[in-house]
């Protein structure tokens, strides 16, 4: 590939969890470079006085926003909810090309993202642009955008748990319940009291109990493959590990319905898809399995005794449930291989 | 009290977790001394050998199974399914209590044994005599009895958040599902390559989904308070901490159901319960919280846009999950206060 | 004993982990009773808001430092640097006992003092007044003061190490390293980016290298037992475990001087003290094994190819290197047996 | 780079954690195609069976040692001690090269490979083909030969650590001490007591206290940098991490030396070093940062008040202690630039 092909990337807010990830990621992308990093906390400070792991590797300096907005042909947005519809807006006008890894984008419907998330929607004909960036059910519409909304972690791993079983009508629709277990990095860098060592390990609790603010964007997608308004129970918990995010889904089966036929619906759907690994009967999906990688562990059972579907999920939060994730979308968008970039072998310990 | 008033307690497999714990948790009980101990693995040694930390404070040298009969009022048995009928059928010939850690005679069906452990029932007599040790539910009869089933950590925790529902009728009975994390010292002593600690640290998978022996057992107890046969699903989690167990139960509310309804059943049931500690609105239990304790935390939460019931309980699984149960069935046994020489304060980290 | 026998106990800084620790230890003494707390943070609330494991156990509310005084009659004070001086005079007044867990009394020389922790010797007189609370190496001095300035961490770890064998001359004074490992509950209870989980856990590192404030307590021990100035290399490390400090001592040996030499040292000094325990030949100190207690296990080697002493020592950071030492600390000055309220297994997993 | 060019790889042992280390590496390795694998506990059964993590990457199905040769260029071998020397006879007769993770060509000495390992030279002149694979160190040697000796990990991070104070005279060679912290996947695959989770979370401890196989490795560097007989005193210890070790070395300062000459002297040493980041004063090295790939951090202090250097360097142990290092190895032997895919962003978290 020639030197004016590779894709010049910039990353706003890189000092953040997931900031810092996509510039880790970006490193070993064949097509891509990254151009330039915004953070307002550092801006001045190198990437790697922040992240002492980086160092040598992704020394970057912070700069403004608009110097990367400048030096980008795609914009990477990883920041607090609220902040991206402006840059959005700046994006499309220069005729770069923005992902953006918060929730401004993610809901169609303005009256949910008022309820969810306070705000309102600035233009609304921006939002009619945005493409919901989960590439394994809305491949051919991202290709077709600049501007993506980017899922969040338990977004991706519920719908990709429950999608074939739904599509296929296997399932109802009602009494979906996803119980999630989500390892820290999802809460952030900024320390907190919850967060803080001596008090999260050795423990386990929920929070957000059917309050969490994924919940309608979980909705939003199954409502969309199902053809109908679907609503599901999702109760998220705090694992003491890095990274992960085990989804256990739990639905009723309707009459008939064999594991076989569960099987072969999710064989069929997922067949071809690189970064979604259907486990062998009996297995099931381990966070462990998928960590600093953009893998979905999918793995199905069946409770006959009770007439209940069981669909476990797997993903790292901070790739396939943010910046591996952003960066397929890129691909996508792009027109390079989906995979590019991204084919790394999960550590097995 | 004086001396000859002093129950003499034997454990038989003290060295494996459950047996251990026991040894550690009666040090500290004013009305009970650890009279002999054995091991089939350790005759002859020290626990203290076994387990270091105990040194100078557990130093019993391990004996035969018969020497712990001989020396003991009360016999603990924390010992693989299957050999514990031979040795209650010996304790109560020669008028001893006999509390069993394991499996034996907790399911009042052989028929359902049979199905889940594959054994026999040897003496049917002896498993009338059996009472299910479950104090919180069944404290009287447990007071009549000289012959304990203790339940297992699963079948402790799941009733104790779903009782007080069941109850009073404020949820379906069908429709039930136990998503269930451990601690991995549920499995035991023994080197496995799943808690291996480089496979099972950062990781989070579920094992013997909608298959696990404590399945019987627990809707046993559920359709008891029922008063009519429950199925629940139950999908355990192996989780990379020590200790504890979180139940987060789902069930669908009856119509007209508030969580205020429910707070005050769950109130007034477990109100003069020492060991079970119901949480205030918004708190979730979390393991961390429970550690090396006897208590039970028990938190309610409602999602009102499924009409979903969730209650969330929480409890170390070798002490109100094995050890500590065992000793409050005790107490109860041999008239004491239900809590002697188990009010110990919960570690905050 | 009579009610009127209890000792009403007081902790200033009661939210705090020290603090906190002080409760839960307290709850369980027979002849002393929580008295009154206090906390600037928290006044007003439970203590068992703040720490949710405390449910039930310890629910006293925080008071005012004053009320705390007032009512108790020993004073523990778990408070910043600099704060216990104008308490210490308070108590001292008023014929209450002060245990000091800060370091304003540790220092017994003013230019250390000032030159470690900046601030200066308000009242000459009360320094003279205050002892040293390490009662295996200065029990007789405890038991006739009323204001004990109780150890830090790693200033127990590390002389409980090495003394006897300094004290019989069997190692050089000089060249002594002490190479610590500590558990994070040790950095306190306010949330930071280095005890952020993410950031800490799975990782390892040394902080304060040759440069912490524990150095010249250290040396200051040492010295008195060596009967001239010791200067030690200290090297602390912070572990991703809640508790626990290992303190791994190096030093050069005198001629001649063998392991069995130095066995017998330790034994004839450590033979009657319950709260340090000698491992065997072989078997390293391991803080798993001291966990939640008291203890402080002593393991030593012997590098015959340099000629080299190595003793390895661990201990619970928040008890032995915190709250149990003060309470052993009180035990000796109010005549109780020292290990009164201390005697606890500590949990094998 | 045409399909000819590529190197075909085999590894001996792929299901051990050094082997399956080698084979994720591998994979990313653009210069490099994994031919064969072998295991003697798993032949025939697929890699990503064995480690589920590898599913959809690493499926190639174990075969026998006479295939994996066969089908190779070069061969790894990640074997127990003492069964390599047959293999690495083969390899050198066939034409191959041979990089052995193993002990058996490490030693020079015979007679101090039989005092550690118990074992014998089979073949004097193949031990006299034999290069210690530690690049930085002897880097053109390794170029000349088809027989690696690969370090193990901690003979790896202490000479790194020391080489360049050693290697200028800045401190004495007499009285080092290097005490080491190694994460668990060092103790390999096998479950064993003292990596039951349970038993080893959240807890620490020394092992094989100045009798490490290790040492003799260890000292064979540093004497052949120093030019004369050089002893150490080594401690290791297990952390509960996965990964990682760290080494904090000890060593008398030369008087007259500053902190700048060292600094001076490791910069000039190590400033074309890639994988060898020289850190900033003030900083530690943590085994965090360092955590799936090649690097060895490596950060220098003194303590000033006792005239002592501290060296603290940091790598994991299973890249640059082990897989990560043989490749690096490779590449030197086939002509490649040294870094070819080990080029790898440590993860921040």
Redesign the interface.
């Known amino acids: 590939m020639e030197n004016d092909r590779i894709i010049r990337v910039g990353v706003v807010g890189a000092t953040g969890?997931a900031g810092?990830?996509l510039?880790?990621l970006l490193?070993?992308h064949p097509a891509a470079r990254l151009a330039a990093i915004s953070s307002v906390s550092f801006e001045g400070q190198a990437l790697s006085d922040v992240?002492?792991?980086?160092?040598?590797?992704?020394d970057l300096v912070c700069e403004t926003q608009a110097d990367v907005v400048e030096k980008s042909d795609v914009i990477f947005a990883a920041l607090p909810h609220g902040l991206s519809q402006d840059l959005a807006e700046e994006c499309m006008e220069k005729g770069k090309a923005f992902i953006d890894l918060g929730a401004d984008f993610r809901l169609e419907s303005e009256a949910e993202y008022h309820e969810w998330y306070g705000g309102e929607f600035k233009d609304k004909s921006l939002h009619g642009q945005a493409v919901y960036g989960l590439p394994e059910l809305f491949r051919e519409k991202i290709k077709t955008t600049k501007l993506v909304a980017n899922p969040g972690c338990y977004t991706t791993v519920v719908p990709l748990a429950l999608v074939p079983a739904l599509e296929k009508g296997y399932i109802e629709a009602e009494?979906i319940?996803a119980?999630c277990?989500s390892?820290?990095?999802g809460a952030g860098?900024?320390?907190?009291?919850n967060?803080?060592?001596?008090?999260?390990?050795?423990?386990?609790?929920?929070?957000k109990?059917?309050n969490h603010r994924h919940?309608p964007e979980i909705e939003q997608t199954l409502s969309k493959i199902h053809g109908a308004p679907v609503?599901?129970?999702f109760?998220p918990?705090l694992?003491?590990?890095?990274?992960?995010i085990?989804a256990?889904c739990?639905a009723?089966l309707k009459p008939g319905v064999t594991e076989e036929m569960l099987r072969a619906a999710y064989e069929a759907r997922y067949g071809d898809e690189?970064f979604v690994?259907l486990?062998k009967p009996g297995?099931?999906?381990?966070?462990?399995?998928?960590?600093?990688t953009n893998?979905c562990?999918v793995s199905l059972?069946?409770?006959t005794?009770?007439g209940?579907f069981?669909a476990?999920s797997?993903l790292d939060n901070?790739v396939k449930g943010a910046a591996g994730q952003a960066i397929q979308n890129m691909n996508l968008i792009f027109g390079l291989d989906e995979t590019t970039g991204l084919?790394?072998?999960?550590?097995?310990?």
């Open positions: 969890y810092a990830e510039c880790r490193y070993g992240y002492p792991a980086y160092l040598g590797m992704c009494g319940i119980d277990k390892g820290v990095t860098r900024k320390p907190a009291q967060s803080h060592f001596p008090e999260l390990n050795e423990g386990l609790s929920a929070y109990v059917a919940t609503k599901i129970t109760v918990h694992l003491p590990v890095n990274r992960g085990l256990t739990y009723r690189t690994r486990l297995r099931s999906a381990d966070i462990h399995n998928v960590k600093y893998f562990d059972f069946v409770d005794r009770t209940t069981i476990i797997a901070m084919l790394q072998v999960p550590p097995a310990f």
